[in-house]
T-cell receptor
Framework: DAKTTQPPSMDCAEGRAANLPCNHSTISGNEYVYWYRQIHSQGPQYIIHGLKNNETNEMASLIITEDRKSSTLILPHATLRDTAVYYCIVRVERESGGGADGLTFGKGTHLIIQP | SQTIHQWPATLVQPVGSPLSLECTVEGTSNPNLYWYRQAAGRGLQLLFYSVGIGQISSEVPQNLSASRPQDRQFILSSKKLLLSDSGFYLC???????????FGDGTRLSIL
């Protein structure tokens, strides 16, 4: 799976949009971009994933550049409860029945929402 | 909807004692199941995964073992715990290979 690079930490004011960048310049055509977050002392929480197109769900939006070498996770209206470590992961798509595959978590971005 | 349960939430065990951590998933059939460990200040490390009953793959050599006696039950065990087994143990499930993995709340294991 391709490697990702994220800033170690970011601050954002409560109520503003939080934009978390991720570089994955060696991503290959069959690798998806996944975002998870981990609030202290809890298990990681899945946020969103995508392959080429931008995606949006109730939690966030994922913007993937046309060359797929970078992406941005957007939390549209950050709250204090969004303070967490955010992980960007790229993961290859395997054929059905090709076995499971673990996720490789890097150090992520520690997002701190300021009141 | 699907849910995942892990217990206990915290555990303190002496060196050399046995271990059994249990994970169960509800609301889905034939999930892929995973055990991860997160040491203090470090990223998650995949320990085991299972694609079906009785099918276990180990990612790293270690003092631990895993079993899957039922479709939605995954157990992490050790016969004799070491100090280095301390950490935050997480169970996860997924369906298919491009679907996200969903994690439980974890067990924080301290070895004394």
């Amino acid at each position: 799976d391709a490697k990702t690079t994220q800033p170690p930490s970011m601050d954002c004011a409560e109520g503003r949009a939080a934009n978390l960048p991720c570089n994955h310049s060696t991503i290959s055509g069959n690798e998806y971009v996944y975002w998870y977050r981990q609030i202290h002392s809890q298990g990681p929480q899945y946020i969103i994933h995508g392959l080429k197109n931008n995606e949006t769900n109730e939690m966030a939006s994922l913007i993937i550049t046309e060359d797929r070498k970078s992406s941005t996770l957007i939390l549209p209206h950050a709250t204090l409860r969004d303070t967490a470590v955010y992980y960007c992961i790229v993961r290859v798509e395997r054929e059905s029945g090709g076995g499971a595959d673990g996720l490789t978590f890097g150090k992520g971005t520690h997002l701190i929402i300021q009141p | 909807s699907q849910t995942i349960h892990q217990w206990p939430a915290t555990l303190v065990q002496p060196v050399g004692s046995p271990l059994s951590l249990e994970c169960t998933v509800e609301g889905t059939s034939n999930p892929n199941l995973y055990w991860y460990r997160q040491a203090a200040g470090r990223g998650l490390q995949l320990l085991f995964y299972s694609v079906g009953i009785g099918q276990i793959s180990s990612e790293v050599p270690q003092n631990l073992s895993a079993s899957r006696p039922q479709d939605r039950q995954f157990i992490l065990s050790s016969k004799k715990l070491l100090l280095s087994d301390s950490g935050f143990y997480l169970c996860a499930w997924s369906v298919g290979n491009t679907q996200p993995q969903h994690f439980g709340d974890g067990t924080r294991l301290s070895i004394l």
